[in-house]
């Protein structure tokens, strides 16, 4: 009786779940690509970038690595974690307090699955937060932000909440740079969320995979001000290039070391440890060196310039922008022009980008996928549709406090300044 009523339990939290938005336009992008139609592919959020040469070349030489490895991760990879956390973020952590995981996004769901807390969500945010706690069965608390804020929480509707219900248990997730917006926190803000996080005893998510790829170089991590009860995230997938290597990390205070434990205990009993070959690679890639940060300089330079034209393109012909200071997301709100849509039977964000898909071969995402009303029409861009190889070689010829111009958009991220182009003329046509 009592697996049945499991069962039972287990269907109505997945009933209706869908596969990842940003999964479906990329199988959707491919099966039009195969019947022959050109696809501007601005849907999937993978960096265009290559993994630096000199940590492909540590891969090379540790395929032969076979070993299980501790289900918290390799020492010496922790180690470099840590160190890595110490340098850029300005943040303390011991290497007992870094786990290892097969992707952040697996972290994530161990973690939603080993706290008892409400999930709590700025909007927009990334599309799999929310369906993870779904699977689980926690409840999600959904924070709406503004174009006016930047699509930003701000500290007192995170202190509005909490004053309903001061001793509840929650876990906030803080994304920044942010997907689906390209935005970040000033240290202000941050200072300012750390002490409505310390009043309430939150549990704060820094999900801050593209920390690296703030344009200006200068990442702030909550950590700082809140270094008791955050837990950062990080990866190789979006800074470095290796979606598909799947290979996250969660850092952890010495106070939440119940929670790691948890964790670890959890993913000991379902993947067992990460990828040897990729934990000894990754080690390389954390301890970084002039390789490294020349590569990073040159991919900021590039999604800087191709950020800030893509947004002012988006407002000549009448969106509102934020433009991005971080990672290769654009968030265009079109409802400022809604009648010329409504006049074209779209009404919805959904519509939206099924239109621009099927007349004119743009695929990117609608807002209702990270959360927004489904009539405002918002939608999310994600610009790296392009040779990623080939615009950093070509950007190694510039030097770096020169601008590269509309001319190297234009020649080495073709594809996507097409499909922004060929997105605004339809808009305009309308």
């Not at 300012?192 to 549990?203: M, S």
């Not at 900021?300 to 991005?324: C, D, H, K, N, Y």
């Not at 770096?400 to 958009?409: K, M, T, V």
């Amino acid at each position: 009786m009592l697996n049945n009523q499991m069962h039972v339990s287990l269907n109505l939290n997945v009933r209706g779940l869908k596969e990842s938005a940003t999964i479906a336009i990329n199988a959707r992008s491919n099966q039009l690509i195969s019947q022959g139609k050109t696809v501007y592919r601005l849907g999937l959020g993978q960096s265009p970038f290559p993994v630096p040469v000199v940590v492909q070349e540590a891969l090379r030489q540790n395929v032969h690595q076979k070993d299980y490895l501790p289900v918290q991760g390799l020492r010496s990879l922790r180690q470099a974690v840590a160190r890595y956390h110490a340098k850029y973020d300005g943040t303390h952590f011991n290497p007992d307090s870094v786990l290892i995981g097969p992707g952040s996004k697996e972290l994530m769901f161990l973690l939603q699955l080993s706290y008892y807390g409400d999930l709590v969500v700025p909007t927009p945010c990334w599309v799999s937060y929310s369906p993870q706690a779904q699977i689980i069965g926690r409840q999600v608390v959904s924070l709406a932000t503004t174009f006016e804020n930047k699509w930003r929480l701000q500290p007192d509707s995170l202190r509005q909440l909490c004053e309903q219900d001061p001793g509840r248990p929650r876990l906030v997730v803080l994304n920044y740079p942010g997907n689906p917006e390209g935005g970040t926190y000033s240290k202000e803000t941050l200072k300012e969320i750390a002490l409505v996080a310390r009043k309430y005893d939150i549990i704060l998510l820094s999900d801050e995979i593209y920390g690296k790829l703030t344009h200006s170089g200068e990442h702030v991590s909550i950590a700082r001000y809140y270094p008791e009860g955050t837990i950062v995230s990080s990866g190789l997938s979006k800074w470095c290039g290796a979606g598909g290597w799947r290979l996250g990390t969660f850092t952890f205070p010495e106070s939440l070391k119940w929670l790691q434990n948890t964790m670890a205990s959890v993913a000991s009993e379902t993947y067992t440890s990460t990828s040897a070959p990729i934990q000894y690679a990754a080690v390389r890639a954390f301890e970084g060196g002039i390789e490294i940060e020349r590569y990073l300089a040159h991919s900021r330079r590039i999604l800087a310039r191709l950020g800030a034209w893509a947004a002012s393109r988006l407002e000549e012909v009448g969106a509102r922008v934020i433009p991005p200071t971080g990672a290769f997301y654009l968030f265009p709100d079109f409802t400022p022009i809604a009648d010329k849509f409504i006049k074209n039977g779209i009404r919805t964000s959904t519509e939206l980008c099924r239109r621009a898909l099927e007349e004119n071969g743009v695929a990117f995402l609608p807002g209702k996928d990270f959360g927004r009303p489904e009539e405002e029409l918002t939608a999310r861009i994600a610009y790296v549709d392009f040779d990623g190889a080939q615009a950093l070689a070509a950007s190694e010829h510039v030097p770096l406090d020169q601008d590269i111009g509309d001319d190297f958009l234009k020649t080495y991220c073709y594809n996507t300044k097409k499909g922004i182009d060929i997105l605004c003329d339809w808009v305009e046509s309308l």
